[in-house]
Each structure stands twice: as structure tokens, then as C-alpha cells.
């Protein structure tokens, strides 16, 4: 049963599937699962993440909601690949990234995720084309950058340098960035952690339309609770631990949503 299990992992998606007359729980595209991880030892532990677990299916728009230090950049940096787990799985797309070589995480962070941060990290001495193409130089599969530059409403400004750039379009800057590589999963830590109400609320809508129309799967860290109806799923931390998660069948429109 189990090799017929792995024979049909790809496929498994969504909902509870039948093989040969046994039903097996389908596997969702993100399977955090008891996931620890522990800095320092003994009496000076802390367990950033403690037994944390969360799933979420291809293709939706994830909020992970929680105070600050709650765990929510730990889990996302472990998901990205950028951090390791303590213990605990962490299966994506069908591959438990925590048993990674060295070299295939590289290789996982090139090709297969997006990173957005709060505060966009792009180089102030590149211009946003340049900035887009650092990253799409590294990954074979990558976008056109100037069209993806275009898609995020930037087609008037490749030829700027970040500080000739207003927050939010830093941002776009640097989630065209993110997506030029062509991922499967988009990662943003705090997005509009950095931006004004309204230049916040465009961004959510550019990392909603991303996800709608390219089905990228989308994570959002914020600890803006009022952010959350606009998700497929909410996912919420406490103390390194997952408290709730909640399937939004009725996303709110960005424009409906206020803080
Ligand atoms: N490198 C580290 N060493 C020690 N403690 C850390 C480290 N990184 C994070 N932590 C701790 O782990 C907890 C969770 O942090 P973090 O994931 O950044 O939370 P959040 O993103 O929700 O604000 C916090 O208590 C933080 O101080
Ligand atoms: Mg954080």
C-alpha cells in the first residue's frame, strides 16, 4: 500500500481520493507537519516553533496571522528553505525539504520559491529591471523581466533605481523580482508591513491577482488581523503553535477590507 501511496502522491490533491477500493487522505501541495525548532540548549531553549503544524492546498492564498514572535518568519523561512527544522516534516509539492542535501536546498530556493520581504531588499545601485534580472539570471526557467516588470504596473519605470521608487513600487519592484523566476510558491514576510493603508491595500491586491491568475500558491505573514478575510485559509500562530486554521470559501474583496 505504501509504494502505491508514492506512485500516486503527485496526483493526490484537494480531497480524500479512492485507490483500489481504500480511501487516502490527499496530499496537500504544503504539509507542515510537527514542526520544532529550538534555539540554544537546556534551560536556554526557545522553541521558536513548537510542534506547529498547517497545511495548504496548491494554488490558494494563505494568511498566517499572529503577534510578533509568534513564529510566523521562523515557519517561513523554513518553508522557503532559508532555515531549518529542529524536527518535524515539511513536505512540498511531495518532497519533505527537511531530508534536503545542502546543494538540493539551493537548488529549492532557485527554482521553486519567491521571497517577498517587509522591507524589499533590492540593490539601491541597480536599476528595477536590473534588480528583477539578478534573480532570473540564477533560474533557467525564468520570465521575461520586462513584461514581468509591466504586469506589476512598473512598465514606465525599469529604468529606475530604487530610490527614485516609492515604497510600494520598491515593492512591486520586488515581488516582480520573486515571480520573474517563475515559482511555484511565493513567500511574503510582512509585506505591507512598511507601506502606507492604500499603497498597502494595492500590493494585496497585485499578490491576489497573482494568485488568481497565474495560480501561484501565495503565503502572507502579517499580524493585521483585519488582512485575513481576503484568504483562502487562515492560518493562525500563538507561542510557535498553530491555534486555528480556518477555510475561507468566501474571500473578501481587498477593497472590502479595512484596518
Ligand atoms: N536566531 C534566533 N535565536 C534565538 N531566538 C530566535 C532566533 N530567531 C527567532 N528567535 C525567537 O523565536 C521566536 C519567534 O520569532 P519569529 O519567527 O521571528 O516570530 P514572528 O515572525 O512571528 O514575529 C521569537 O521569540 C524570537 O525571539
Ligand atoms: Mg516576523
Known amino acids: 500500500m505504501k509504494s502505491l501511496e508514492a506512485a500516486c502522491k503527485l496526483s493526490l490533491r484537494k480531497e480524500h481520493r479512492t485507490v483500489c477500493g481504500t480511501e487516502i487522505k490527499g496530499m496537500a501541495f504544503i504539509d507542515f507537519n510537527g514542526v520544532i525548532k529550538q534555539y540554544g540548549e537546556d534551560s536556554a531553549a526557545i522553541r521558536a516553533l513548537d510542534e506547529a503544524s498547517f497545511q495548504?492546498?496548491?494554488g490558494e492564498l494563505a494568511v498566517i496571522l499572529g503577534a510578533s514572535?509568534?513564529?510566523?518568519?521562523?515557519?517561513?523561512?523554513?518553508?522557503?528553505?532559508?532555515?531549518?527544522?529542529?524536527?518535524?516534516?515539511?513536505?512540498?509539492?511531495?518532497?519533505?525539504?527537511?531530508?534536503?542535501?545542502?546543494?538540493?536546498?539551493?537548488?529549492?530556493?532557485?527554482?521553486?520559491?519567491?521571497?517577498v520581504f517587509q522591507f524589499y531588499n533590492l540593490v539601491p545601485?541597480?536599476?528595477?529591471?536590473?534588480?528583477?534580472?539578478?534573480?532570473?539570471q540564477?533560474?533557467?526557467?525564468?520570465?521575461?523581466?520586462?513584461?514581468?516588470?509591466?504586469k506589476v504596473g512598473l512598465g514606465g519605470r525599469m529604468a529606475n533605481f530604487p530610490a527614485?521608487?516609492?515604497?510600494?513600487?520598491?515593492?512591486?519592484v520586488a515581488i516582480a523580482r520573486a515571480l520573474a523566476k517563475n515559482p511555484k510558491l511565493l513567500l511574503c514576510d510582512e509585506p505591507t508591513g512598511a507601506l502606507d493603508y492604500n499603497t498597502g491595500k494595492q500590493i494585496l491586491q497585485l499578490?491576489?491577482?497573482?494568485?488568481?491568475?497565474?495560480?501561484?500558491?501565495?503565503?502572507?505573514?502579517?499580524?493585521?488581523?483585519a488582512i485575513a478575510p481576503m484568504?483562502?485559509?487562515?492560518?493562525?500562530?500563538?507561542?510557535?503553535?498553530?491555534?486555528?486554521?480556518?477555510?475561507?470559501?468566501?474571500?473578501?474583496?481587498?477593497?472590502?477590507?479595512?484596518?
Not at 545601485?125 to 532570473?136: D, H, I, M
Not at 540564477?138 to 509591466?150: E, G, M, Q, R, T
Not at 499578490?207 to 502579517?222: A, F, P, S, Y
Not at 486555528?244 to 468566501?250: A, D, F, I, K, L
Open 138 to 150: 540564477i533560474c533557467p526557467n525564468s520570465l521575461d523581466c520586462a513584461s514581468v516588470l509591466k
Open 125 to 136: 545601485n541597480l536599476t528595477a529591471l536590473e534588480n528583477v534580472e539578478l534573480a532570473s
Open 164 to 172: 527614485q521608487l516609492s515604497g510600494g513600487e520598491q515593492q512591486r
Open 207 to 225: 499578490l491576489q491577482d497573482t494568485c488568481r491568475r497565474d495560480g501561484i500558491t501565495v503565503v502572507i505573514i502579517t499580524h493585521n488581523s
Open 69 to 115: 514572535g509568534a513564529g510566523k518568519t521562523t515557519a517561513l523561512n523554513i518553508l522557503g528553505g532559508m532555515d531549518t527544522a529542529t524536527s518535524g516534516s515539511v513536505m512540498v509539492n511531495g518532497r519533505d525539504i527537511t531530508k534536503l542535501s545542502e546543494r538540493e536546498l539551493i537548488k529549492y530556493r532557485r527554482l521553486e520559491i519567491g521571497f
Open 56 to 58: 495548504i492546498e496548491e
Open 231 to 259: 484568504a483562502d485559509r487562515i492560518i493562525r500562530f500563538k507561542s510557535g503553535k498553530v491555534t486555528s486554521t480556518e477555510v475561507n470559501e468566501n474571500p473578501t474583496p481587498i477593497s472590502e477590507i479595512e484596518w
